[in-house]
């Protein structure tokens, strides 16, 4: 075994992360090899000191990193047997080599599939051309999405129409609760080109926040929208849910703290009033009140610090 392989690796081996026929052979290497157990030496010893210096992670980055592990969580692929399928053709390859019976038998299956595949896409072709003749606002759901090009509300119905570009510009019309103007309104607040349009989207949202999939869009849009109007618009829609919920919790926390906006971020630090004793919220007062930039905020954290009773 090389030293160059030893040193490469001796990080892995400190943190326990080599296989077991790998961490024997370098600690056998190492038996022989007085450099490379200085090496191994010097690493824990880097290791040990570093442990004790790490800070704690600040409040922000703790609540950043909630929402993104949330996000992530949501939108991991499951492993299982059908990603062994795809993914590790060498194997079963390798598998069928010795195995012949296996390889006539995957042929039928194969040769089967295929039939049943073209029968069932003739059926569905025929079945969605009958569906677009019977109802032709269903249309929309066969394509995608290109844009929200405008929406309106109609004051004396509460009917919300909203234009959307496929191919070509279309239009839906219907209520609040109907679920293609919720799907559009959604996809409007996350991405469409037009400030305008994302305003008029997350102002009609509001209006229904108990909804996962709109808080949400809500939490998106405080965290990522461009536009402030739109961000302040959300962090109204989202307040009266700061105390039961930690997802807009962490969301509002990370506003008050990296916001570009002083008027969002004040706002921000009026809805955490209810929660200020909170650990997060108590140590993001504490952060604002000794170095925030903004004289205000700072002014506005001592003072609501100041109003929290002690911690023996």
Not at 118 to 130: I, V
Not at 145 to 160: C, H, L
Not at 205 to 214: A, E, F, G, R
Not at 278 to 293: E, F
């Amino acid at each position: 075994m090389k030293c160059e392989w030893v040193r490469e690796n001796i990080l892995l081996h400190i943190y326990n992360e080599l296989p077991d026929d790998a961490r024997y052979e370098l600690e056998q290497h190492l038996g022989r090899c007085s450099s490379c157990t200085a090496e191994l030496k010097a690493a824990r010893k880097l290791h040990a000191t570093l442990s004790e210096v790490v800070a704690e992670p600040s409040p922000s980055l703790v609540a950043a990193s909630r929402l993104r592990l949330q996000e992530a969580l949501e939108t991991a692929e499951q492993s299982g047997f059908w990603r062994r399928l795809i993914f590790e053709p060498v194997a079963w390859l390798q598998q069928m080599r010795f195995s012949p019976a296996l390889s006539a038998v995957l042929l039928i299956a194969g040769f089967a599939a295929g039939v049943g595949t073209t029968y069932q896409m003739m059926g569905n072709a025929n079945r969605t051309a009958a569906s677009a003749q019977s109802n032709p606002q269903n249309q929309y759901q066969e394509s995608s999405v290109a844009g929200i090009r405008s929406i309106t509300q109609d004051p004396s119905s509460n009917q919300i129409s909203i234009k959307y570009d496929t191919v070509s510009t279309q239009q839906a019309q219907g209520s609040m609760n109907d679920q293609r103007i919720q799907q559009l309104l959604l996809f409007a607040a996350r991405n469409n080109y037009n400030s305008g349009v994302r305003m008029d989207s997350v102002d009609l949202l509001i209006q229904k926040p108990n909804d996962s999939n709109v808080r949400e869009a809500l939490i998106y849009a405080l965290r990522y929208d461009t536009n402030p109007g739109v961000r302040l618009k959300a962090l109204d829609g989202l307040g009266p849910y700061v105390k039961e919920d930690v997802r807009v919790r962490d969301a509002v926390l990370e506003a008050l703290m990296d916001d570009s906006n002083p008027g969002l971020r004040t706002q921000a630090m009026h809805l955490l009033e209810t929660v200020r004793a909170d650990s997060s919220v108590r140590a993001v007062l504490q952060k604002l009140a000794q170095s925030d930039q903004n004289a205000y905020i700072r002014s506005q954290a001592r003072t609501q610090l100041a109003q929290l009773p002690e911690i023996d």
